[in-house]
C-alpha cells in the first residue's frame, strides 16, 4: 500500500495522528529531501530506512517504487512541507499505481493553499491556484494580468528573492485590487499583510521579506 502522507507546513504539531501512524506503519518513507524529513522523523521517534524522491529522479524512483508496492510493501510518500503531488513531487508514482492498480491512499493535512485564503480574509466561495509563479518577467506579467481579470480569489506561491517585482508588476496590472501576502504559515513569525501592491511594494522594499510566500488576490 503507498500512503500519500502530508507533512506539516511550518508548526510540528499539525501532523495528524494518522499521518504518525502511516509513518511508523511504512516500510520504507520516500521522500523529497531525507536530510529535511529525517528532522520530522526523529522528532516523532520514528526510525524508518529512507529512500529519495525527488524532482530529479521521479522518474527512475517511481519505477524502483511500483516494483516494491506490487511486492506487498507498504510505502509512505512525503515531502519537505504539505501534500506530494501538490507543486512537489508524487503525481508520477500516483498515476502509475492507477495505471497498475495499486492501492494507495491520501492521508491529508495542513494546506499553506488554504491556510493562505482563508487568513487573506478574501472569499473564499471559488478560487484559482496557479503554483509557483513563472520566474520569466514575459510570463509572470501574464499571469498576473490574468489574475487580475479573474473573478474568484487567485493564489500562487511566490519566492521571497521575486516578491518586490511581483508586486511592481501587480501596480501596473491591478494597481486598486487588495492583495495578501502570507508569510512564514504557522510558524513564530506568522505574516498576514494586506492592502494594494503599491502599500505592499512600500512595506517589503523597506523590510525585505524572508521564508515561504503564499499570494492571494481578491477577485474582481
Do not use: W
Not at 522528532?43 to 524532482?55: A, T
Amino acid at each position: 500500500m503507498l500512503y500519500v502522507v502530508a507533512t506539516p507546513i511550518g508548526n510540528l504539531g499539525d501532523i495528524t495522528l494518522r499521518a504518525v501512524e502511516a509513518l511508523k506503519s511504512a516500510d520504507v518513507i520516500a521522500a523529497e529531501d531525507t536530510r529535511h524529513s529525517g528532522l520530522l522523523l526523529k522528532h516523532f521517534e520514528i526510525k524508518k530506512p529512507f529512500i529519495s524522491y525527488h524532482e530529479h529522479n521521479e522518474a527512475t524512483r517511481t519505477l524502483q517504487l511500483v516494483e516494491r508496492l506490487a511486492r506487498g510493501e507498504n510505502i509512505a510518500l512525503i515531502t519537505d512541507a504539505g501534500t506530494p503531488g501538490l507543486s512537489d513531487p508524487g503525481l508520477r508514482l500516483i498515476r502509475e499505481c492507477i495505471k497498475r492498480e495499486l492501492p494507495f491512499t491520501i492521508v491529508p493535512g495542513a494546506s499553506s493553499i488554504l491556510a493562505a485564503l482563508i487568513g487573506s480574509g478574501f472569499s473564499t466561495e471559488k478560487f484559482f491556484f496557479g503554483g509557483f509563479l513563472p520566474v520569466k518577467p514575459g510570463q509572470r506579467e501574464r499571469e498576473l494580468q490574468a489574475a487580475g481579470e479573474r473573478e474568484e480569489t487567485s493564489i500562487f506561491f511566490e519566492s521571497p528573492y521575486r516578491l518586490t517585482k511581483t508586486l511592481a508588476v501587480c501596480i501596473d496590472v491591478m494597481p486598486e485590487r487588495q492583495l495578501c501576502v502570507a508569510r512564514e504559515l504557522t510558524k513564530k513569525f506568522e505574516e498576514f499583510r494586506r492592502g494594494v501592491a503599491s502599500e505592499l511594494l512600500a512595506h517589503y522594499q523597506a523590510h525585505p521579506p524572508k521564508g515561504e510566500i503564499v499570494l492571494v488576490i481578491s477577485g474582481s
